[in-house]
């Protein structure tokens, strides 16, 4: 393993907001956090006080720039990266509505919903996604810090840790991640390892 000292990555999926409790695909409408989404950030903060990290990054978007103000990260740097999925004609949809229109439609092996809807381009590809958050994994690792931490989407952070773990990224549909939850990567010896999934703060 070539980077030393083995990075940890810490993973915080935002907190909550009016879509992510509807289950609304929400990507690239830049919702605010709710009273509750609030809350969660700042038991987020509690949870990440005491461990020092040498890289801080975060989507762009509002709610997950909210969540790591929230947990007292105000410094942060964007990273277009981490932005969630881009479901094109998905965006504000449930799976359910969704569904209605593409039968059988998972995010995981379909990638974003293709059919037509007036304003919404394509969204992306499985292999799309995969390529940008493989970046985000290179940068971490390349890094040499001992603690890295990401504020990001449900989505891309689960296609982020398959892409952690080597796994194809519907793999991810075996790992939920609800909202305000912390995760952390790591290695188990050389093997990269999933530390700790889905823990609320």
Do not use: C
């Amino acid at each position: 393993m070539d980077n030393t000292p083995a990075t940890q990555l810490w993973l915080i999926r935002h907190g909550a907001t009016e879509w992510s409790k509807s289950g609304q695909h929400t990507s690239v409408t830049d919702l605010p956090l709710l009273p509750e989404g609030e809350q969660d950030a700042r038991k987020v903060g509690e949870r990440l006080r005491g461990t020092e990290f040498g890289l801080v990054l975060t989507s762009p978007r509002r709610r997950a720039r909210d969540t790591a103000a929230g947990a007292g990260f105000i410094e942060v740097e964007e990273e277009p990266d981490l932005v969630e999925w881009a479901y094109g004609p998905g965006e504000g949809l449930t799976s359910d509505e969704i569904r209605e229109k593409v039968p059988g439609w998972r995010i995981w092996t379909h990638g974003a919903p293709q059919f037509e809807r007036d304003d919404f381009p394509p969204g992306e590809t499985i292999e799309e996604v995969s390529t940008r958050l493989q970046r985000v994994v290179d940068r971490v690792r390349a890094s040499g810090v001992e603690h890295a931490l990401l504020f990001a989407h449900g989505h891309s952070l689960r296609a982020l840790a398959m892409t952690w773990l080597g796994f194809d990224v519907a793999m991810a549909k075996h790992f939920p991640l609800q909202t305000g939850t912390l995760s952390v990567l790591g290695y188990e010896k050389d093997n990269p390892a999933i530390v700790r999934w889905n823990a609320e703060s």
